[in-house]
Structure formats: C-alpha cells, structure tokens
C-alpha cells in the first residue's frame, strides 16, 4: 500500500511517500495512525496529534472509522487550506 | 471547467472564453481570492496540493453546483506554487440566466473549496515559515450549505 504525505506531516515524517506491508490487524484510517505512530520518533512526533489529521483512501476524503481494505493510495495531511 | 496551474490567470480573458459566442447567460459573477499581506509580515505564500484528489475534488463540487443551480456555465482556477502578496490565487466564475443562482453557486463553490480541495498555504516571512492553520469559520460556512440542505 502506498501512503502520501502532505504539508506539516510531510515535514515532520521526513518524506512525501513510501509504500508499506500493514499488519493484519489495521483495518481502519485511526488503526492505521495508530500504527504508523509506532513506526519511529518522527511518526510519533507527526501523529502526535492525529485528531488534527485528515485522511484521504484512494484520493476520496475519508474519516477516521473509515475501512482500508483494498485501497492503493492512503493520504495523511492537516486540514485544508486553499482558496 | 476547473484547472489546477502555476501560472496566473487573465479575469478578463477567462470571462471572456467563458460567454463566447452565447446568448442565453443573463449573470455573471466571479470571485478571486489574492495573496494577503494585511500585517506586513508575509513576504510569499507557497501552494502545496494533492496531484490528482485536487482536481477529482474540484470536479466533485463544480457537478455540486452545477446539480443545486440552473449554471449556463461554472469555472475554477486554482494555482499552486509559490506566489507573492497581491497575486491571485483562485477564482471561481458562474454563469447563469439570473443573479441569484451565479451569486449564490460562486459562495458555494468557494465555502466547499475552502473546506475540501486538498491545498495546504505556507506563509514565509522575515521570522521564517508558517503552515497557515485551518479557520473553524470556514467549516461552518460548508455546514450552512449542509442545513439549508436538509431543510429542503
């Protein structure tokens, strides 16, 4: 599975996107941050806050329940500010 | 129609393209959104987005708006990059037989674009850069659109 980052996550991950074999048990958006939390200092410190995190599954928004089960493309970035 | 560009648009030239050669559009209203610099503190913005969700996004509130208003014709223009104060940002034009459906589907697109289109603003300034943080009004002026919605 592909995962993007953007804006200050970006930043604070150290890189705009990787791809990732997930554990079994990440089925969901908060399950997956949950997990990337783990995944070293700067995920800690990226996710810190993950209640101020959006998410996108496959380029659609998608909330925290959300599932991930067969999506490609998973996005993690701050609320948006365009316009 | 939506684009996403680095490059500026011309106002006038867009409106132009947009009513050329029709009779049947009576509105037209247009919005731009500029570079702010009210403080004197922000010397350029750079425009991060999301290749791809950008313009899915934006197609999604345009058929939005096009499904809630009788549109003889709807545009977004959307920039990223890096630009200074005083440049132009977006805009969003509406065409329609009568005012009130261009005026009303322009604050539309523009409350759904704020709240949805995947772009992220940074300022940079003489004491270094900011991500620019999402304002709460502006949620709330999605979710109006959303009551008045269901009230219907």
Redesign the interface.
Known sequence: MRL?Y???VKEKVGHATEDVDLPGDVSTIAELMAWLKTRGPEFAHAFEQSDTIRA?ID???ARPDAKIAGASEI?F??????? | MIRVQQEDFDIGAEIAALKDGRTDIGAIVSFT?TVRDAGGTVTAMT????P??TE??LERIEAEAQARWPLQASLIV?RFGTLKPGDN??LVVTASAHRDAAFDAAKFL?DY??????????ESGPSGDT????KTS?DAATTRWSRKDAAQ
Not at chain 2, 47 to 50: A, K, R, S, W
Not at chain 2, 114 to 122: D, G, M
């Open positions: 993007l953007f804006a200050w996108a380029q659609a928004h996005a970035f701050p609320p948006v500010t365009g316009g | 959104g425009l991060e987005h999301y791809g969700m899915t996004e959307h940002i977006v523009m674009l704020k709240s949805n289109a995947p772009f992220w603003k940074r991500w620019v943080e999402a502006d």
